[in-house]
């Protein structure tokens, strides 16, 4: 088994079996990150290797007693650092909140990965605030995606450290977070997948907000199944096997309404191939309009509701520590302060009504499916410009965006051929429907990515 490539069930059979154990594969990470050729110094903005190593050593005794507390006990995973990790100082990828206080407990999300006997390896390093689908970080850096790494192409964000280390193999998962594509863009630029619940499904206790109507607690991880074990965990429940669909029973949605405008030549082809071998595997693949998107991309105006809630909890700090900002970072947010309580209440009121909206023309439909972004990865070059920056930004995080704002729970899966540029297909499910949303994303992750 390839560690870098292995799934939590693989790594949990290898552990029960006593092919390996924790502390081997908390070496393996740290050897990774430490890789002074690799992307380690710029993914974690804190690693926690001793404690990992402390950690592993203690469960590698519980399991020799039988006593491991899941078959999970012992796998190492990374924390974006927006959520709070007992005795740490959560940054949120910033400066401004490096001089708060420590933590005095885990997020709840930190205490069930914990509870599970994961071994947190480190703080993921992320964008400032949460506020960029790019990942770019000045503080701390930027890492690079895999794919042609020379070239420096920027990771996605805002979960970008998360990302970057689960492809690199120097996590074997982590916690994201997702507003408005957080986990799903950085998961389809650096070929691994990326879930984002229902927002109610895991409480965001102890997780700096980005926007408290949006925020969802997901995981980035290698594979379908692996985004499942880290959701139940995450949602308090014990992880159990998601069956796929039959192929033949999928009815899906590809909206012709704004998601497919601007897509490039990458994106594209790897699309219509993906529509192929799902329509090849007998799933029903229905090509029409869906009106209610409009709705949502004019919901985006002065910052939206993301640019309103992010603003009333920023704006005090802002007052104080706004120089430590990332400017770019601070533009949006200020964007907030262009609402008011008016502007907010009909948002929230049109957000309402889409909502059901969406239910109703999506009923006929198992899912809805199309790229999760409309580009490639562009390089960090490409987005040094404060316009190009914006523009960019704005089109990676267009598909995803929408979602949160319809309340659905949606996931990043690979959709290119092994060795292509990654590029991910999205697959959207309506509110609540978590658990058969990852079965049917699970059915058509075996058609695009066969092992």
């Not at 794919?147 to 193999?169: K, N």
Request: glycine share 8%; net charge neutral; charged share 25%.
């Amino acid at each position: 088994m390839t560690l870098r490539h292995a799934t939590l069930s693989g790594l949990a059979q290898e552990l029960a079996s006593g092919r390996t154990t924790a502390r081997a594969l908390v070496e393996d990470c740290l050897a990774r990150i430490e890789d002074t050729t690799g992307e380690g110094a710029r993914a974690f903005i804190r690693v926690d290797a001793e404690q990992a190593r402390a950690t592993a050593d203690g469960i590698d005794k519980l399991r020799a007693a039988d006593a491991a507390p899941s078959p999970y006990a012992g796998i190492p995973v990374a924390i974006k650092d927006l959520a709070d990790i007992k005795g740490q100082v959560t940054c949120a990828g910033s400066r401004a909140l490096r001089d708060s206080p420590p933590a005095t407990a885990d997020a709840p999300s930190v205490a069930r990965l914990r509870r599970a006997g994961f071994i947190l390896i480190g703080r993921a390093n992320m964008t400032e605030f949460a506020y960029s689908g790019l990942g770019i970080n000045p503080h701390y850096g930027t890492p690079a995606s895999p794919w042609q790494r020379s070239e420096r192409r920027v990771p996605g964000g805002s979960s970008s450290g998360s990302a970057v280390a689960v492809a690199d193999g120097m996590a074997h998962g982590a916690l994201g977070t997702d507003t408005g594509g957080s986990c799903r863009v950085p998961a389809a630029f650096n070929g691994v997948t990326g879930w984002k619940p229902t927002a109610r499904r895991v409480p965001n206790d102890g997780v700096v907000p980005l926007s408290k109507s949006l925020d969802s607690i997901g995981p980035i991880a290698r594979t379908v199944d692996c985004c499942a074990i880290m959701d139940a965990i995450f949602a308090n429940e014990t992880p159990s096997a998601i069956d796929a669909v039959p192929a033949k029973a999928l009815r899906l949605l590809v909206p012709e309404t704004i998601v497919l405008d601007s897509l490039d030549s990458h994106v594209a082809s790897a699309f219509e191939a993906a529509l192929r071998r799902l329509s090849d595997a007998g799933a029903v693949v229905t090509r029409a309009p869906l009106p209610v998107l409009e709705r949502i991309a004019e919901m985006t105006a002065k910052g939206g509701i993301a640019g309103a809630e992010s603003y009333a909890w920023h704006r005090k700090l802002i007052a104080t520590r706004g120089n430590e900002y990332d400017p770019r970072v601070r533009t949006r947010i200020m964007r907030g302060a262009e609402q008011d309580a008016a502007d907010y209440i009909d948002l929230i009121e049109r957000r309402a009504a889409a909502i059901p909206a969406y239910v109703t023309a999506t009923s006929d439909y198992d899912a809805v499916i199309m790229p999760t972004t409309a580009i490639i990865a562009p390089r960090i070059d490409e987005v040094a410009k404060d316009d190009d920056y914006t523009r960019i930004n704005l089109l990676i995080l267009r598909n995803p965006m929408m979602f949160n704002i319809l309340d659905c729970c949606s996931i990043s899966i690979p959709m290119n051929r092994p060795g292509d540029v990654p590029t991910g297909l999205m697959v959207v499910g309506r509110g609540g429907t978590d658990r058969r949303t990852l079965a049917i994303s699970k059915a058509i992750e075996s058609i695009l990515q066969p092992a």
